[in-house]
């Protein structure tokens, strides 16, 4: 059983910078992929970066690429998500989420990921 848990998240200006944490519980954190997600109210629940378990390759949608930062310490079981020059089209919960490398999951749709926190609220005000 793995237990994420999110911070960071708080109300910032457009063009500010602002990093979120997951942490996990447990000691397998090594063995799963992590991925962030974002929900904005009335929205569908979106894809917004993936680190594979070591930290060696890394996915962004689009809209985030040149922005966003996922990264990683399997020491300190925690994920991060650095998140520069936002825009208030970010402002949505964020959520981490674990997938078992040796599993599949679908990346980007969120099927299959084991384990997800119970999120932290960004709002970019223009």
């Known amino acids: 059983q793995v237990q994420l848990v999110e911070s960071g998240g708080r109300l910032v200006q457009a063009g500010d910078s602002l990093k979120l944490s997951c942490a996990a519980s447990?000691?397998?954190?090594?063995?799963?992929?992590m991925a962030w997600f974002r929900q904005a109210p009335g929205k569908e629940r979106e894809f917004v970066a993936h680190?594979?378990?070591?930290?060696?390759?890394?996915h962004y949608v689009d809209s985030v690429k040149g922005r966003f930062t996922i990264s990683r310490d399997n020491a300190r079981n925690t994920v991060y998500l650095q998140m520069n020059n936002l825009k208030p089209e970010d402002t949505a919960v964020y959520y981490c989420?674990?997938?078992?490398?040796?599993?599949?999951?679908?990346?980007?749709?969120?099927?299959?990921?084991?384990?997800w926190g119970q999120g932290t609220q960004v709002t970019v005000s223009s």
């Open positions: 447990g000691h397998t954190f090594s063995t799963y992929n």
């Open positions: 989420a674990a997938a078992s490398r040796y599993r599949s999951y679908d990346l980007e749709r969120g099927g299959g990921y084991a384990y």
């Open positions: 680190i594979s378990w070591s930290g060696g390759t890394s």
